[in-house]
């Protein structure tokens, strides 16, 4: 299986920036396409960025042209940074991994935006 440790979350005023890094371990041979997510108290889990095995990149409409994900396939990690952060962005955000039918998560990472 896979497992997925994510890092980097905080605490930050608006405008600031803040890189999550999520490190895959296990049968990392099998992912296909990582992303991350994020969840608000009282809200669904939605996709904010997600990187394919070929580079290509998806982003939320909400965070296009302020946040940016990449990996690091020697590190096996993916990278989230985000800039001109808004208290909207507040959440919890998970790292995902998607391959062979299999879907793993990461414990998530707190990131708090303030006004």
């Known amino acids: 299986q896979v497992q997925l440790v994510e890092s980097g979350g905080g605490l930050v005023q608006a405008g600031g920036s803040l890189r999550l890094s999520c490190a895959a371990s296990?049968?990392?041979?099998?992912?296909?396409?990582m992303g991350w997510y994020r969840q608000a108290p009282g809200k669904q889990r939605d996709m904010v960025a997600r990187?394919?095995?070929?580079?290509?990149?998806n982003y939320a409409d909400s965070v296009k042209g302020r946040f940016t994900i990449s990996r690091d396939n020697a590190k096996n990690t993916v990278y989230l940074q985000m800039n001109s952060l808004k208290p909207e962005d507040t959440a919890v955000y998970y790292c995902?991994?998607?391959?062979?039918?299999?879907?793993?998560w990461g414990q998530g990472t707190q990131v708090t935006v303030s006004s």
């Open positions: 296990g049968s990392i041979f099998s992912i296909n396409q």
């Open positions: 995902n991994a998607y391959g062979f039918g299999q879907v793993y």
């Open positions: 990187i394919i095995n070929g580079g290509s990149t």
